[in-house]
């Protein structure tokens, strides 16, 4: 069975910086497109970065040039490097996957960690 595990959100003060990771755990498997999601209270749940097996990556215009999404093949990991963080950045992260297993491909969630960006 396959998961993914999100880490690395917490309390930070505006300007910060934070990094997630989200690792995918179980094996037989092959990781195709990675994402980042957000979600914020009251909010629906926006794309923040994207990165292909190729490592093209694309980012909403919101986080262009404050966020950076890398991955590492060989550990089956996705990051998500923020920096200058706003308050508005304030969100629930999910880690979404096209994931290749048991001869069917299909999106995977983590259960999301949360970021919380205040004075």
């Known amino acids: 069975q396959v998961q993914l595990v999100e880490s690395g959100g917490e309390w930070i003060q505006p300007g910060g910086s934070l990094r997630l990771s989200c690792a995918a755990s179980?094996?037989?498997?092959?990781?195709?497109?990675m994402r980042w999601y957000r979600q914020a209270p009251g909010k629906q749940r926006e794309e923040v970065a994207t990165i292909t097996r190729a490592l093209r990556t694309n980012y909403a215009d919101s986080v262009k040039g404050r966020f950076t999404i890398s991955r590492d093949n060989a550990k089956n990991t996705v990051y998500l490097q923020m920096n200058s963080l706003k308050p508005e950045d304030t969100a629930v992260y999910y880690c979404?996957?096209?994931?290749?297993?048991?001869?069917?491909?299909?999106?995977?969630w983590g259960q999301g960690t949360q970021v919380t960006v205040s004075s």
């Open positions: 979404n996957a096209d994931i290749y297993y048991l001869q069917t491909i299909r999106g995977y």
């Open positions: 179980g094996s037989a498997y092959t990781i195709y497109t």
